[in-house]
């Protein structure tokens, strides 16, 4: 019997400026939402209070929770990476417009840089692939926009005379920041008055948060249409990696939990993955506050957070160190 394997292109089979734009498009939903929410868990108001939503919004449903939009569009960009062997960064994602439950969101993927790893002994041949993420909603309004870097192998017998290509990675995303704008038609003032929040100034300040289990990794994978198989199969490494949106959520969580006024999240600066994490891991995070902006609607405040893993079998690990921008009152 002729049986052929399926999947997404290896590092050798990509090309600066191809796009992958064929994912299937999502209807945020509350179901989906629900589920999110029981995996990584949220303090958000405005997700989780229709009213308060409403009000400060103008919208009669929910906004969609931030962590959400971003997984849903990272899933979708997966069509490129189904073999990948790690994410490395993500650099400046930028909310441009903040979908509501009942909004419909679709991802175009483009390949923009490609790096061939050095050879080493004992290692099967990877490439690194920088791939350029745009989303919108169902009316074409742009909604995400950003660069993500992944680690891919190379097919199991690419063409001696392929291309060599040694992108330079450094260069991918990045940016002079820019100003921070906080959404033009919200009505922040009723918000304070609604959860009675104060004024946001502690800047230069470090907290530690409590910990949080990493639990149902492959369902999370799942329903954000995440098909990378090494969240999936454990024969792809011999164990099964964490997808690094669900190390990233449970970070806004703690985050959230230290400051139960945030509002929402603007954006994401960088964020690097400098270690995996695997199910059963206790993740916890020591979130600074690296600057506040504090303007005449509310606070912009920039924020980093280092992220361990703790574990039975190792010494504590970092895992992540994620720089973002928050909306505070």
Same mark, same amino acid.
Request: glycine share 8%; proline share 6%.
């Given at each position: 019997?002729?049986?052929?394997?399926?999947?997404?292109?290896?590092?050798?089979?990509?090309?600066?400026?191809?796009?992958?734009?064929?994912?299937?498009?999502?209807?945020?939903?509350?179901?989906?939402?629900?589920?999110?929410?029981?995996?990584?868990?949220?303090?958000? +108001?405005? @997700?989780?209070?229709?009213?308060?939503?409403?009000?400060?919004?103008?919208?009669?449903?929910?906004?969609?929770?931030?962590?959400?939009?971003?997984?849903?569009? =990272?899933?979708?960009?997966?069509?490129?990476?189904?073999?990948? $062997?790690? %994410?490395?960064?993500?650099?400046?994602?930028?909310?441009?417009?903040?979908?509501? $439950?009942?909004? *419909?969101?679709?991802?175009?993927?483009?390949?923009?840089?490609?790096?061939? /790893?050095?050879?080493?002994?004992?290692?099967?041949?990877?490439?690194?692939?920088?791939?350029?993420?745009?989303?919108?909603?169902? %009316?074409? %309004?742009?909604?995400?926009?950003?660069?993500?870097?992944?680690?891919?192998?190379?097919?199991?017998?690419?063409?001696? %005379? +392929? @291309?060599?290509?040694?992108?330079?990675?450094?260069?991918?995303?990045?940016?002079?920041?820019?100003?921070?704008? =906080? @959404?033009?038609?919200?009505?922040?003032?009723?918000?304070?008055? +609604?959860?009675?929040?104060?004024?946001?100034?502690?800047?230069?300040?470090?907290? +530690?948060?409590?910990?949080?289990?990493?639990? /149902?990794?492959?369902?999370?994978?799942?329903?954000?249409? /995440? =098909?990378?198989?090494?969240?999936?199969?454990?024969?792809?490494?011999? &164990?099964?990696?964490?997808?690094?949106?669900?190390?990233?959520? !449970?970070?806004?969580?703690?985050?959230?939990?230290?400051?139960?006024?945030? $509002?929402?999240? !603007?954006?994401?600066?960088?964020?690097?993955?400098?270690?995996?994490?695997?199910?059963?891991?206790?993740?916890?995070?020591?979130? *600074?506050?690296?600057?506040? &902006?504090?303007?005449?609607?509310?606070?912009?405040?920039?924020?980093?957070?280092?992220?361990?893993?703790?574990?039975?079998?190792?010494? &504590?690990?970092?895992?992540?160190?994620?720089?973002?921008?928050?909306?505070?009152?």
């Amino acid at each position: 019997m002729n049986v052929t394997s399926t999947g997404g292109p290896y590092f050798d089979e990509l090309a600066v400026g191809d796009v992958y734009d064929r994912a299937p498009a999502v209807t945020l939903t509350d179901g989906v939402a629900a589920v999110h929410l029981s995996i990584l868990g949220s303090r958000l +108001r405005l @997700p989780l209070d229709v009213s308060l939503s409403a009000l400060v919004t103008g919208r009669s449903t929910p906004l969609a929770h931030p962590a959400l939009v971003c997984d849903v569009a =990272i899933g979708q960009s997966t069509l490129v990476t189904q073999h990948v $062997i790690a %994410n490395l960064f993500y650099r400046g994602l930028r909310f441009h417009r903040f979908p509501h $439950i009942g909004d *419909t969101i679709t991802t175009r993927t483009e390949v923009v840089a490609l790096k061939e /790893n050095s050879a080493r002994p004992g290692r099967a041949p990877t490439g690194l692939v920088a791939l350029r993420i745009t989303t919108i909603d169902q %009316n074409g %309004n742009l909604v995400l926009d950003f660069h993500r870097c992944a680690m891919l192998p190379l097919s199991d017998d690419p063409n001696p %005379n +392929r @291309p060599r290509h040694n992108d330079d990675m450094s260069a991918v995303g990045a940016s002079e920041d820019s100003a921070w704008e =906080i @959404p033009s038609d919200w009505d922040l003032d009723a918000y304070r008055e +609604r959860t009675g929040c104060a004024p946001f100034e502690v800047p230069g300040v470090t907290f +530690r948060s409590s910990g949080d289990v990493v639990s /149902n990794a492959p369902e999370l994978a799942r329903i954000s249409m /995440n =098909i990378a198989a090494v969240h999936h199969d454990r024969r792809e490494r011999g &164990d099964r990696l964490v997808y690094g949106g669900h190390t990233i959520g !449970l970070a806004l969580a703690q985050a959230n939990r230290i400051f139960p006024d945030m $509002i929402g999240i !603007l954006g994401w600066i960088s964020c690097d993955h400098t270690g995996p994490v695997r199910e059963g891991d206790t993740v916890v995070s020591e979130v *600074t506050v690296d600057s506040v &902006d504090r303007g005449p609607r509310g606070s912009v405040v920039h924020l980093r957070s280092i992220v361990r893993a703790q574990r039975d079998d190792a010494d &504590d690990v970092e895992v992540l160190d994620w720089r973002f921008v928050a909306l505070m009152s």
